[in-house]
């Protein structure tokens, strides 16, 4: 399974980000991947479903998911929705850590739900209409938001090795950024390796168990990613594309992308060119 780390960026002026799902319309999928943000999915119409762990969440209006930090997860969206998206940096939460940079919300449903969900509503409809003060009212409910999170789905009894595999997918995440960060250049894992202080046999064997992906398939995925944005804006042809996102050639793109894809990099451009 490829996993990947995804990188939360505040909205500007407010602690936390706020946002509708990029899949609201539909036949959109969202592969494995973990962050070290605390997430929340609020379903107001349509339906979502969830993988994380070995389990499938479906959640329909009024229903919403508390995705942990470091949690790996993957969301489904094959029919249109409005979702709301409320992102959390989790250094807010370090006064209520039950272990080293640690805090877990149950998945499961509570007496609270109707007003926690009423309470993001309300948060994305100020965010909307921007009424006179409106900056002051969302920092308002955020924080009620907050209260409700560490009082009714905190968990306060964690397991150590929850606590264990918690860090290491942080230190996996501070590897996983600097690698975004540098995609066009040399990622060889014994430089890395070097890098962040391991031996290069023991950076694999943590991408392999804590990420679900070998080390090599990491870094050819974080380039494909960033391929694909360069394909659909039309600038660069596949070869420009290969070279500027550190592949060696157009036969080592090609052979990747249609690996992860199911189609050659001409073949998806030659697509998006018609729409």
């Known amino acids: 399974m490829n996993y990947s780390h995804e990188l939360i960026v505040p909205e500007e002026g407010f602690p936390f980000k706020l946002f509708l799902f990029e899949g609201k319309d ?8 973990w962050h070290r943000s605390v997430e929340i999915f609020a379903v107001c119409g349509g339906e979502l479903e969830f993988h994380i762990d070995d389990r499938l969440w479906h959640l329909t209006p009024g229903e919403f998911m508390i995705v942990n930090s470091n949690e790996i997860h ?20 370090e ?11 149950t998945h ?10 009423e309470l993001v509503r309300d948060l994305y409809q100020t965010y909307t209409e921007k009424p006179c003060g409106y900056d002051m009212k969302m920092k308002s409910i955020f924080y009620y938001i907050m209260y409700y999170l560490v009082k009714d789905y905190r968990l306060t ?4 090795e929850s606590v264990r595999r918690n860090r290491n997918m942080t230190r996996l995440s501070a590897i996983t950024s600097y690698m975004k960060e540098n995609y066009t250049e040399d990622l060889s894992l014994e ?3 070097g890098i962040f202080g391991y031996s290069p046999a023991y950076l694999s064997r943590m991408f392999r168990k804590y990420a679900g992906i070998s080390f090599k398939d990491h870094v050819q995925s974080i380039r494909l990613g960033f391929a694909v944005k360069d394909l659909e804006s039309g600038k660069y ?13 157009s036969r080592a793109f090609a052979r990747a992308f249609r690996k992860k894809y199911g189609m050659l990099p001409r073949e998806y ?3 998006k060119d018609k729409k």
């Open 26 to 33: 539909g036949n959109y999928y969202r592969d494995r991947h």
């Open 74 to 93: 993957a969301i489904d969206s094959p029919i249109p929705n409005e979702t709301v998206v409320l992102q959390i940096p989790l250094k807010l939460f």
């Open 95 to 105: 006064n209520y850590f039950t272990g080293e940079q640690f805090i877990w919300f």
């Open 108 to 117: 499961e449903p509570g007496r609270r739900d109707e007003r926690f969900m």
């Open 157 to 160: 009894e964690v397991d150590q």
């Open 191 to 193: 430089k890395m390796a």
């Open 237 to 249: 042809s596949v070869t420009e594309t290969a070279i500027r996102n550190g592949f060696p050639g």
């Open 269 to 271: 451009k030659k697509e």
